[in-house]
């Protein structure tokens, strides 16, 4: 059985905006489930470019300005 590899949107390093409030799923530690990770507009920068395998969907790592580096997929963040 054969996987299509779907191509990432975004690359590594490329500056990224949140298209919506990130909020904790309760995957991100040492911070409160449904607290705000990232607002609206928030501008940040891919760090590392994954694939989530079930679904072969990307996954990004984005560093934001307050230091967090949350997992998003690409409906939740756009190109700047």
Do not use: H, K
């Given at each position: 059985m054969s996987?299509d ?5 975004y ?12 909020v ?8 409160a489930?449904d607290?705000?990770?990232?607002a ?5 920068q891919v760090?590392?470019?994954?694939t989530?395998v079930d ?11 307050n230091?967090?580096v949350?997992g998003c997929r690409?409906?939740?963040?756009g190109?700047?």
């Amino acid at each position: 059985m054969s996987i299509d590899l779907r191509l990432a949107r975004y690359q590594w390093g490329q500056p990224v905006v949140a298209r919506i409030d990130l909020v904790n799923d309760g995957s991100y530690p040492d911070c409160a489930v449904d607290a705000l990770l990232a607002a609206t507009g928030t501008e940040g920068q891919v760090v590392q470019v994954g694939t989530v395998v079930d679904g072969n969907i990307p996954i990004y790592l984005v560093e934001f300005p307050n230091g967090r580096v949350v997992g998003c997929r690409e409906e939740e963040i756009g190109a700047l």
